[in-house]
């Protein structure tokens, strides 16, 4: 079931993204091919694993644009092979993942029929958090300029 978000982007100016993101998440819900596992390895590593059985790492392709991580996958039919059961799937696969601002894909692999991608956050040293030293003397060049009784 998918929902219009339209009557609500009329109303909410300045949330665009919000519903484009909605959208993105509930057209993503529907999707089931190829299948992903997703791992958080610690507070700033990420690891995607997706299900890539009879494909080759020169048929996948990898591409990020604007934070959004895309997985293609074409199959390459080289030779006619005449099959009894065929129940691995040969079809062509295209799977997107939006990530998070500041997290940037580190690498890729085949590991055991799993496309693995390492994602790591790295957030700039400007937007960390951090302490303030809190002084217990008042500042002596404080003045009263003037006061009211009222």
Same mark, same amino acid.
């Given at each position: 079931?998918?929902? $219009?978000?339209?009557? !609500?982007?009329?109303?909410? %100016?300045?949330?665009?993204?919000?519903?484009?993101?909605?959208?993105?998440?509930?057209?993503?819900?529907?999707?089931?091919?190829? +299948?992903?596992?997703?791992?958080?390895?610690? =507070?700033?590593?990420?690891? %995607?694993?997706?299900?890539?059985?009879?494909?080759? +790492?020169?048929?996948?392709? !990898?591409?990020?644009?604007?934070?959004?991580?895309?997985? =293609?996958?074409?199959?390459?039919?080289? =030779?006619?092979?005449?099959?009894?059961?065929?129940? %691995?799937?040969?079809?062509?696969?295209?799977?997107?993942?939006? !990530?998070?601002?500041?997290?940037?894909?580190?690498?890729?692999?085949?590991?055991?029929?799993? !496309?693995?991608? $390492?994602?790591?956050?790295?957030? +700039?040293?400007?937007?960390?958090?951090?302490? %303030?030293?809190?002084? $217990?003397?008042?500042?002596?060049?404080?003045?009263?300029? =003037?006061?009211?009784?009222?």
């Amino acid at each position: 079931m998918r929902h $219009d978000w339209t009557p !609500l982007g009329r109303s909410a %100016i300045g949330f665009d993204r919000l519903f484009d993101v909605l959208d993105e998440v509930q057209r993503t819900a529907e999707e089931s091919y190829p +299948p992903y596992n997703i791992e958080r390895l610690d =507070e700033n590593r990420f690891q %995607i694993s997706v299900a890539l059985a009879g494909f080759t +790492p020169d048929e996948v392709s !990898l591409t990020v644009e604007q934070n959004v991580l895309t997985l =293609e996958g074409r199959k390459s039919e080289k =030779e006619e092979k005449i099959y009894l059961h065929r129940g %691995i799937s040969a079809r062509n696969v295209k799977r997107q993942f939006t !990530l998070a601002e500041h997290v940037e894909v580190k690498g890729a692999r085949f590991e055991n029929g799993l !496309l693995v991608i $390492d994602l790591q956050r790295e957030i +700039p040293e400007a937007m960390k958090p951090r302490r %303030i030293a809190i002084s $217990d003397v008042a500042p002596s060049n404080v003045t009263q300029v =003037e006061s009211r009784v009222a």
